[in-house]
């Protein structure tokens, strides 16, 4: 770690219309992480510099920016990790609404899209607490682990660099996915959205999520790819549909995103 | 005049933590449209900071464990002026709130056995917190959250702030609220109004709560004339981190101490022995933080100010595994391995006791149409709260809060809606926007710091007379200029933080005055409420709370006998193995 007294904070300034990066001088104290710096400089210097923030503790995942261009969370981030000078932005795959608070909206829009946890209606109806294992709860505990700070969604080529938010829900969600899929309780078959609208298949595992993410989910290993696996089984099964050519059987219909059968 | 949007519900919900979503989701099932309203983002509410557990006795690994024995911990933690209806329904109804949790996808560690695991915790006689690692919060909220957004009859505004409860024929019939993206301004107009805002500790300079913790619920419940409870209660978390200085006041889990944590001063000595023999560490927190305290003020705290907390003597994989967010924030923000090295701890101002005055049953308050749940409500904590109490506490309440919002809505509450008057809703707005038509006023970052500056001399862990009364005039002078405050300098409504600051003033300084007058008031020391000068527990005072209440000429406390408890609780308290907390103050 580099010992500073100042260091030189250059924060993005504006709105969707127009912005550009403000440098701001800020006494280092020991242990300061980039959030206490943006807070100081809101205290002392720019009262209406915009900022989310909440716990301070990287357990709410408000405090997302770009800071030297990598995604972190600013509470996480100790200052000196840079020298005397840094840059923070707002995370750029969102509408930007003011400075470092962007529109995020979208995630929760797409949240709402995902069927919800579903257990069996015998389950349900029991009047028994549920037995389950530690290690078949644990597959889904990573993922739950999630604080969504939507890092991963900013990172992610697909929605950053392509826009396609209408054809990809992106890691985050393909996270929440995950975890309700392998919940040992739980009945409902999402593979005909994972392969409609959710769009598992745009993933073309780089990995990038998984390197941002705080809560260290390995998104793609652990989410992504057994989803996708589980697509594959159901829609592109090489023996099942030789079978189904060779038979002049039914042709299995993609279903949309909209319907979810039970399984 | 500013202009405003007008929104209908018929149950607005104030806050989208654990409380506010759980009783959305009541109000919800029974029928009625509901909105939540939250300051932040969903699924960002302090809840998410819970760490421990949820306490509730389902005797998963302690057999003996019952409902009898929780609520006896929870009355004899809280010192026995805890509302004792509602440390009676907390008891019982927990299990099935942890239950029904499951079922709707919430996953817990489990016992070899498949069952829920449940973990030991300060005074709490026997293994009784649900958990998962040490994120119960989050698990939690993200439940509430994914039921509570798939159901149709809720609706959700974020980072959007009641400023005013509005009231027509004495019953609450809507409240104004600003958003913050552009500052725009909200009419909502409900028959019940749920008040699930939480607490007020940004009132102090070290806390663990966030920026949202400014009491808002609190304030606008007196403002609207209903009665607050035991104000002068607030916890001191034992353990808040110390060190680096940025990350002072955050918080380090009791699941520390329950998993084997032992806490020793700058000697090595395992100083808890002296302050409470039999349960040691996990004794309740006030007399944990008191303890460390009493170190620190001895001159054996460690270098920072603090204690030794230590889990060092366990396996690395079993920190890792049941204590993983505290492995992570201590080896990211303070550079230390809690494997291998101790952690240094000070007491953080943690969670309010004290609050709005409910009716168990209900949740309701003084007010008609006004309920409260969660910690912005009082009664069930007495005078000092156990872990784990907290999150059961907003399952059980925020339903009982939701669902009796929800039964009060009817022909009559729906047309007092019309009836809002209009020169209250301009008289509001006008305060509201006060600040931004006079930005170059006091900053009100500094006036902020200062009502902290104030509490944290004036109101410490250990409190005396001449100097809650010097507090109490400090902050009346605060309350004075914060009349005039600005923004810090500029009048742009869009996410303008200065302005959101001046407002949340207002709020800090109704707490902060309750809480000072209150503990003027309260002469003796119990629970979290300790004082040099009345360093005894005054008998008499046990079944007495001290109630705050809007008045004429300010701001008035007045003592209040709680009716006597039914035999059969009463019985359940002596028979109890349930062990009563030492005072510890000198």
Redesign the interface.
């Known amino acids: 770690m580099t010992e500073v007294s100042n260091v030189d904070l250059k924060i993005w300034r504006g709105?969707s219309k127009a912005g550009e990066l403000v440098t701001y001088r800020v006494p280092v104290?020991?242990?300061?992480?980039v959030l206490?710096a943006v807070l100081w400089v809101?205290?002392?210097m720019a009262?209406?510099?915009?900022?989310?923030?909440?716990?301070?503790?990287?357990?709410?995942?408000?405090c997302s920016a770009e800071i030297d261009g990598f995604p972190r969370l600013m509470c996480?981030t100790?200052i000196t990790e840079y020298g005397g000078e840094v840059t923070v932005g707002p995370m750029k795959a969102f509408p930007l609404?003011?400075?470092l608070?962007t529109?995020?909206?979208w995630n929760?829009e797409v949240?709402?899209q995902i069927?919800?946890?579903t257990?069996s209606e015998k389950?349900?109806t029991s009047s028994e607490?549920?037995?389950?294992?530690?290690k078949d709860?644990e597959r889904?505990?990573e993922f739950?682990?999630c604080?969504?700070c939507f890092l991963c969604q900013d990172v992610c080529h697909v929605l950053r660099a392509h826009d396609l938010k209408s054809a990809f829900y992106g890691p985050r969600l393909m996270v929440r996915m995950a975890s309700?899929e392998m919940?040992p309780r739980?009945v409902l078959d999402r593979r005909p959205l994972l392969k409609g609208k959710a769009g598992v298949g745009y993933c073309n595992v780089t990995k990038c999520c998984t390197e941002v993410c705080p809560e260290h989910i390995h998104i793609t290993d652990n989410a992504i790819i057994p989803l996708k696996e589980r697509m594959d089984d159901a829609y592109f099964d090489p023996v099942r549909s030789l079978i189904q050519r060779i038979g002049g059987g039914p042709k299995k219909t993609p279903a949309g995103g909209d319907q979810t059968p039970g399984r | 005049m500013t202009a405003y949007e007008t929104v209908e519900a018929d149950v607005l919900v104030l806050g989208a933590g654990g409380a506010g979503l759980r009783a959305a989701i009541a109000a919800a099932d029974a029928g009625a449209r509901v909105l939540v309203v939250c300051k932040?983002?969903?699924?960002?509410?302090?809840t998410?900071?819970a760490e421990g557990g949820v306490a509730a006795a389902?005797h998963n690994v302690a057999y003996q464990d019952s409902w009898e024995v929780h609520f006896a911990d929870t009355m004899k933690g809280g010192k026995l002026i805890n509302d004792w209806r509602m440390a009676e329904l907390h008891a019982k109804e927990s299990p099935e709130r942890v239950?029904e949790l499951?079922?709707?996808?919430a996953?817990?560690?489990?016992t070899?056995?498949?069952?829920?695991h449940q973990r030991p915790f300060g005074a709490h006689t026997y293994p009784r917190l649900a958990h998962?690692?040490d994120?119960t919060g989050?698990?939690l909220i993200?439940t509430l959250q994914?039921?509570a957004?798939?159901m149709n009859g809720i609706g959700v505004h974020?980072e959007t702030t009641v400023f005013k409860v509005l009231k027509a024929d004495g019953n609450v019939a809507g409240a104004l609220a600003y958003r913050r993206?552009d500052g725009s301004l909200i009419l909502y107009r409900c028959g019940a109004l749920v008040l699930a805002s939480g607490g007020a500790g940004k009132m102090y300079r070290v806390t663990s709560n966030?920026?949202?913790s400014t009491g808002d619920g609190t304030a606008l419940a007196y403002d609207a004339g209903a009665q607050l409870r035991d104000m002068e209660m607030v916890q001191f978390h034992p353990t808040g981190m110390v060190?680096?200085?940025?990350?002072r006041g955050?918080?380090v889990t009791e699941g520390v101490r329950g998993e084997g944590g032992v806490l020793r001063n700058r000697q090595g000595e395992r100083f808890m022995e002296r302050y409470d023999q039999e349960r040691m560490e996990l004794s309740s927190r006030d007399v944990v933080a008191r303890a460390i305290n009493s170190e620190v003020a001895a001159g054996r705290g460690t270098p920072h100010g603090g204690a030794y907390l230590d889990i060092t003597h366990r396996k690395p994989e079993f920190i890792k595994s049941k204590l993983p967010?505290m492995y992570?924030?201590f080896l990211?923000?303070?550079n230390v391995d809690i494997t291998k090295q101790p952690m240094e701890v000070a007491p953080t101002i943690h969670y309010a006791m004290g609050g709005v005055r409910v009716e168990a049953e209900s949740g309701a308050t003084t007010v008609p149409g006004l309920y409260a749940a969660g910690e912005v409500a009082s009664g069930l904590h007495g005078a000092n709260r156990l872990g784990g109490n907290s999150l059961s506490d907003l399952l059980v309440f925020g339903k009982r809060a939701g669902e009796a919002a929800a039964a009060s809505i009817n022909a009559n509450s729906t047309a007092a809606r019309a009836g809002i008057d209009q020169d209250d809703v301009d008289r509001a707005i006008a305060e509201l926007m006060g600040p931004v038509d006079r930005p170059a006023g006091e900053?009100?970052?500094?006036l902020m710091?200062e009502i902290q500056d104030v509490m944290s001399k004036y109101a410490p862990i250990v409190r005396n007379g001449p100097e809650l009364e010097e507090g109490l005039e400090k902050i009346l002078e605060l309350h004075a200029r914060s009349k005039s405050c600005g923004?810090?300098?500029?009048s742009?409504l869009?996410?303008?933080?200065?302005?959101h600051t001046a407002f949340d003033l207002g709020s800090l300084l109704v707490n902060a005055e309750a809480l000072l007058r209150s503990a003027l008031e309260r002469k003796e020391s119990r629970g979290a409420h300790a004082r040099s000068d009345h360093p005894k527990t005054a008998d008499d005072l046990t079944t007495v709370n001290y109630v705050v209440e809007k008045t004429t000429d300010g701001m008035h406390v007045r003592a209040e006998r709680q009716p006597p408890m039914p035999a059969y609780l009463a019985e359940v308290l002596t028979e109890s193995h349930a062990r009563y907390t030492p005072e510890a103050t000198e």
């Open positions: 709105d104290r020991e242990g300061m992480v206490d809101q205290a002392n009262s209406d510099l915009a900022v989310r923030w909440n716990c301070k503790a990287a357990k709410c995942g408000s996480k100790p609404i003011k400075d608070v529109d995020v909206s929760y949240n709402r069927p919800q946890f257990p389950d349900l607490p549920w037995r389950m294992q530690q709860v889904v505990m739950r682990k604080i969504e309700l919940h739980d | 932040s983002l969903l699924g960002k509410a302090h998410v900071m389902m239950l499951e079922r709707w996808g996953v817990f560690d489990r070899w056995q498949g069952r829920i998962i690692g994120r989050l698990e993200r994914d039921r957004v798939h974020m993206s966030s920026w949202e060190w680096p200085a940025g990350v955050i918080l967010s992570e924030q990211k923000l303070a900053s009100p970052y500094k710091a923004t810090g300098g500029s742009t869009a996410f303008n933080p200065g302005w």
